[in-house]
């Protein structure tokens, strides 16, 4: 059985939850549903784009279903405080992502699972901190962002097990050791924003 960790190369400091979420609370809501419709809204483009990989449109179909979900979660504690969605803005981490990936289909494929692995992953990083900065003084946001963390956190795994299946494990994991690299300068160049990224 290959490994399917990711490492993020840089850890996204503790004081990043106050300069950022916590700065504007209801901003970072809105952000974040935004963060989880283009989750599943990816999850589908792949189905579409790459209808021949047959072994994961079922797994990817079940990932477009279960961010839905999370931003029908997301969308349902933004009603409940009075926070309206805002328009799709582009989003400085996720465009500088998407520049790294490669071209050529099936370069464009591995990467695009890749990317999409680092995105949950430091996801999955951020939702912990936030989690942790909550404690006891908003059991409920904790709990809530807890959970995502473990979901976002078993997202980044799944990713990587998929490329797998269409790529070796060592030209894989040498891909994966370069754009976990790139990730982190982006993660770590970018001012703390009411924003996921
Ligand atoms: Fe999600
Ligand atoms: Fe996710």
Not at 39 to 60: G, M
Not at 86 to 91: A, F, L, S
Not at 140 to 155: G, N, Q, S, V
Request: proline share 5%; charged share 30%.
């Amino acid at each position: 059985m290959a490994k399917t960790a990711v490492a993020l190369q840089w850890a996204t400091p503790a004081s990043w939850v106050k300069a950022g979420p916590l700065s504007d609370f209801d901003a970072f809501l809105a952000d974040h549903a935004n963060c989880e419709r283009k989750a599943s809204a990816l999850a589908l483009s792949l189905v579409v784009r790459f209808p021949d990989r047959k072994a994961i449109i079922r797994p990817l179909i079940d990932l477009a279903a279960e961010e839905l979900e999370h931003f029908r979660q997301v969308f349902a504690v933004m009603e409940a405080r009075g926070v309206d969605l805002v328009p799709d803005t582009p989003d400085p981490y996720v465009a500088r992502m998407k520049k790294m990936m490669r071209h050529g289909r099936e370069e464009r494929f591995i990467d695009t699972l890749l990317v999409s692995s680092l995105i949950e992953c430091r996801g999955a990083e951020r939702f912990r901190l936030i989690s942790e900065a909550m404690g006891e003084g908003d059991p409920i946001m904790r709990d809530f962002y807890r959970d995502l963390w473990a979901c976002e956190a078993k997202h980044g795994n799944l990713f990587v097990e998929w490329a797998l299946k269409f790529a070796s494990e060592v030209s894989l994991y040498a891909r994966l050791a370069e754009l976990a690299e790139s990730e982190a300068e982006v993660a770590a160049s970018l001012p703390a924003r009411p924003s996921l990224h």
